[in-house]
């Protein structure tokens, strides 16, 4: 059977976790933990980076191929 609590805490130095409250277990108990980390900020991946990765990644190289080259400079409108 396992037990589930909600607690928070803060990460300090490499690998340690400081919770704001104790735990009721006995020590030296082994625990599993999950942590879940706020998101602040702008997390989204700027274009460039995206870009990159694509560009490298194996599962799009059928993209490379001249059969899928399909667009000319007079396809669509100017931006």
Not at 27 to 44: A, C, K, L, Q, Y
């Amino acid at each position: 059977m396992v037990a589930a609590i909600e607690t928070i805490g803060t990460v300090i130095g490499e690998n340690r976790l400081l919770l704001d409250e104790g735990l009721p277990v006995s020590e030296n108990s082994r625990v599993r933990v999950i942590v879940f980390i706020e998101e602040t900020g702008n997390n989204d991946i700027d274009e460039a980076e995206w870009l990159y990765s694509a560009a490298r990644n194996e599962s799009l190289a059928f993209l490379a191929g001249e059969e899928n080259d399909i667009y000319t400079l007079e396809d669509g409108r100017p931006v």
